[in-house]
């Protein structure tokens, strides 16, 4: 990891799937998403869609979703342990919202402060304002998550998405930079990687 990047403490960094970056190597995309389906967690990251590993990839290219890799650290050594992504930006500075998902492919004692550390990444490095989030009304660990994340859990929207042949509800989550800088800020300044 180099020392100039700010998305990073000691043992967690969020770093861009994009050219340049330590993780954007061949190969990176398709191991997460076999990890994913080994795992059984498609469905659930996609709100009851199973996408072949082609569509997979496709669906996270660069002119569709800006990714990033989640990975733990020990000093220059970077594990990947998920990823996560925002969509489907709308605004202009100052006034921006987009849809985001995380997708975590192992248990990592890191996965707070990973989510803590890609809201940041979003709201500072891509000038989101507000971030806003769609998950299975029946994905009880991902609502979770999201709580301690500290978004605002909205309203379950009836019968939204097609799941096993069935409709599902659907849970609205989104967070505003108003609302999760404050409490972030503090906690980022005692753990961050200061550069040498």
């Given amino acids: 990891m180099s020392d100039g990047w700010k998305y990073q403490t000691a043992e967690a960094a969020v770093m861009p799937f994009s050219p340049g970056t330590d993780v954007y190597v061949d190969g990176m995309l398709s191991r997460i998403y076999y990890q994913l389906r080994d795992q059984n967690r498609l469905e659930n990251t996609f709100c009851g869609d199973i996408p072949n590993h082609d569509k997979f990839i496709e669906s996270f290219s660069l002119s569709k979703r800006a990714t990033q890799i989640l990975c733990e650290q020990d000093g220059t050594l970077i594990k990947p342990v998920g990823l996560s992504w925002v969509e489907l930006p709308k605004g202009e500075d100052g006034q921006r919202a ?33 971030v806003h989030g ?4 029946s994905n009880l660990m991902a609502l979770e998550y999201a709580r301690k994340l500290g978004f605002y859990i909205g309203p379950t929207i009836p019968k939204f998405h097609f799941v096993r042949g069935k409709m599902q509800g659907a849970i609205v989550v989104h967070i505003e930079d108003n609302d999760f800088l404050p409490p972030f800020e503090p906690w980022f300044e005692k753990n961050r990687v200061v550069s040498q």
């Fill in 98 to 130: 987009a849809m985001c998902g995380f997708a975590f492919v192992k248990r990592s004692r890191q996965m707070l402060n990973l989510g803590r550390l890609g809201i940041y990444y979003w709201m500072d490095g891509m000038k989101i304002n507000t």
């Fill in 134 to 137: 769609v998950m299975l009304e």
